[in-house]
């Protein structure tokens, strides 16, 4: 995508404070609040039917909310229709008109506002510049390809100078390789224009590798606030965890006080518990594959953990292999990097699970 003319307007800050919303009884958003800073990318990110659209809707004006408010740039806009918040959404089917050329398409919203002639032509070249497809504008949606549809529908939305730009799961109709290409796209756009910009999905992937901060929601309610990399090495509870990236989850119970606390893992094994950890009443016992080794039984030594486990099982993933080992009744993960020549412990075979304390993560629910 290549600039041509700046469609930017000043960034601005998204707040939204104490919003609760229900369908009958079915209560959808729970006394959400966030602040989002002005020309961050922001992503509400969580499974379906956690209440991302709806929030991301209401802000857009489609959803009303029983209680709480909704600011841009610090005014109010909780009572203003849609047309009146200045925000362009970007709908997951995209909704282009289909006998409507693409330079048809991108003006038509220009049009519907009364923008002038000269004008609407200024903004569609300089948006059709943006997303790289100047040299398409007289063909119809049917003749593009699934990604270059998605940009038309950027394009159409940044044309009307919108303070906020809403995405709404714009990536799911797109095939994997296409995905990969469209969202660096995106984050390249959003970037240069320097636009507030709010990206719904239920894919990690794509909102660790284009946003600034993520929203993870679960029936309703925000679970954290964070960077990426904070939700992923800090998680706040269970959820968080096992949503972002594969978490290896064990139960027991805690016993003992201070420097002499274990953790009894379901089927017998004793995980000393570090003096400092905080344990939460109801903790699980939670770290990353990648954090943990496999060695020869033994001791492990410097400090590390020394678990004694079983191989379940083996799977070749090119740049790692991952095991499935069991400590005790309980299977987890554990992914090794692969290295040619390197030997591979064999399924059935014993060996030991090796862990940093400061790896382990104690977190409830």
Same mark, same amino acid.
């Given at each position: ?16 404070? /104490? ?14 609040? @966030? ?11 969580? *499974? ?51 006998? #409507? ?68 799961? *714009? ?6 390789? #296409? ?9 390249? @756009? ?35 606030? =964070? ?23 064990? +139960? ?42 496999? /060695?020869?039984?033994?001791?492990? =030594? ?14 070749? @993933? ?9 400590? +005790? ?37």
């Amino acid at each position: 995508m290549n600039a041509t003319v700046s469609l930017t307007t000043p960034a601005v800050a998204v707040d939204i404070e /104490g919003v609760n919303l229900s369908y009958g009884t079915n209560h959808v958003l729970k006394n959400v609040s @966030l602040a989002i800073e002005p020309g961050e990318f922001f992503a509400f990110l969580g *499974p379906s039917g956690c209440g991302k659209t709806t929030l991301l809707r209401l802000i857009a004006g489609f959803n009303h909310a029983d209680t709480g408010e909704v600011r841009i740039g610090g005014k109010p806009i909780t009572d203003l229709p849609p047309w009146k918040r200045d925000v362009g959404m970007v709908f997951q089917s995209y909704a282009l008109w289909p006998h #409507m050329t693409v330079r048809r398409n991108v003006a038509f919203g220009l049009e519907e506002r009364g923008v002038k002639r000269a004008e609407v032509e200024r903004r569609v070249e300089a948006a059709l510049g943006l997303v790289g497809l100047a040299h398409l504008a007289e063909r119809r949606p049917s003749q593009l390809s699934g990604g270059q549809q998605q940009r038309v529908a950027v394009a159409r939305t940044v044309a009307v100078e919108p303070k906020v730009l809403l995405l709404d799961e *714009p990536l799911s109709n797109l095939d994997a390789k #296409m995905r990969v290409q469209v969202r660096r796209e995106l984050r390249d @756009l959003q970037q240069r224009l320097g636009l507030t910009t709010i990206f719904v999905t239920h894919d990690q992937e794509e909102a660790n590798t284009i946003c600034d901060r993520i929203a993870v929601m679960n029936d309703g309610i925000v679970q954290q606030v =964070g960077t990426p990399m904070e939700l992923y090495e800090r998680p706040a509870n269970l959820f968080v965890a096992g949503f972002l990236g594969t978490a290896n989850i064990l +139960g027991g119970k805690l016993s003992g006080n201070g420097g002499t606390r274990v953790f009894e893992i379901e089927g017998g094994t004793r995980v000393p518990v570090p003096a400092d950890a905080q344990v939460p009443e109801g903790a699980k016992l939670v770290f990353r594959p990648q954090h943990a080794s496999l /060695g020869d039984a033994g001791p492990a =030594g410097d400090g590390m953990l020394a678990l004694p486990c079983t191989v379940a099982n083996r799977e070749f @993933l090119g740049a790692s292999v991952r095991y499935g080992v069991r400590i +005790g009744t309980t299977e987890v993960a554990v992914d090794v990097p692969f290295q040619s020549g390197s030997g591979l412990f064999e399924v059935g075979s014993g060996a030991t699970l090796r862990l940093s304390p400061r790896s382990l993560l104690w977190l409830a629910a």
